[in-house]
């Protein structure tokens, strides 16, 4: 099975202070995906990647930004955090287009 | 514009009961895939059926049916006989040029 995982399950961090959220998967996938997911508005796709060193904007990218150097790693990187960032954070990757994704167990973070 | 709709936020229903999650989605490609994920308390979105766009055959996979209607664009998910356990947000995505756009969500309570 594809494993996708998220490296904290719960972050607490300071407005403004730059934040990292790192995400690996075990099975050669090319496509990885950062969700945000909120109460009443469902998953929101903030960045994606189709190869390494590539990436995409989705549709909440204001904000955050991607790194990856590597095909089985995906980062988030918050450059200065503020309040409305508090959220779940749910990485996933698929194998192409029509594949299934495979989720992460979930980051939720909260700034203060 | 592609989206997907799921007008009911939550549903509450009592064991044993069947219960139908509704899903519209909307797009202008003939070629798309269709998803149902589940998210139990435990916060991990589980993989439950994707459909293509040219396969309208409605599935059954033990209490799970889904009804696929490209006529009215809708794609809806059934649990006959629920169970407590059943009891989770359920959401229905549309894969299209590779972005997995999701609904908002249906909240499931099964009470015993």
């Known amino acids: 099975d594809v494993k996708v995982t998220q490296s904290s399950r719960y972050l607490v961090k300071r407005t403004g202070e730059k934040v990292f959220l790192e995400c690996v998967q075990d099975?050669?996938?090319?496509?990885m995906f950062w969700y945000r997911q909120d109460p009443g508005l469902g998953l929101r796709l903030i960045y994606f990647?189709?190869?390494?060193?590539?990436?995409e904007k989705g549709d909440i990218p204001e904000g955050y930004s991607v790194s990856r150097e590597k095909k089985e790693r995906f980062s988030l990187i918050l450059e200065s955090a503020s309040t409305n960032q508090t959220s779940m954070y749910l990485c996933?990757?698929?194998?192409?287009?029509?594949?299934?994704?495979?989720f992460g167990s979930g980051t939720r973070l909260t700034v203060v | 514009a592609q989206k997907v709709t799921q007008a009911q936020t939550e549903i509450s229903v009592v064991e044993k009961e069947d219960v139908t999650l509704d899903c519209v989605y909307e797009?202008?490609?003939?070629?798309?895939?269709l998803f149902w994920y589940k998210q139990p308390p435990s916060g991990e979105l589980v993989f439950l059926i994707r459909?293509?766009?040219?396969?309208?055959q409605n599935e059954i996979s033990g209490r799970y049916s889904w009804n696929f209607q490209k006529s009215t664009s809708s794609f809806n998910f059934t649990i006959t006989a629920s169970q407590v356990v059943d009891s989770a947000v359920y959401f229905c995505?549309?894969?299209?040029?590779?972005?997995?756009?999701f609904g908002q969500g249906t909240e499931l309570s099964v009470k015993p």
């Open positions: 996933a990757s698929s194998s192409g287009q029509g594949g299934s994704y495979t």
């Open positions: 099975m050669d996938h090319e496509n």
């Open positions: 990647s189709y190869d390494v060193k590539m990436k």
């Open positions: 797009t202008r490609d003939t070629t798309y895939y």
């Open positions: 459909r293509n766009s040219f396969d309208e």
């Open positions: 995505a549309l894969n299209q040029g590779g972005k997995l756009i």
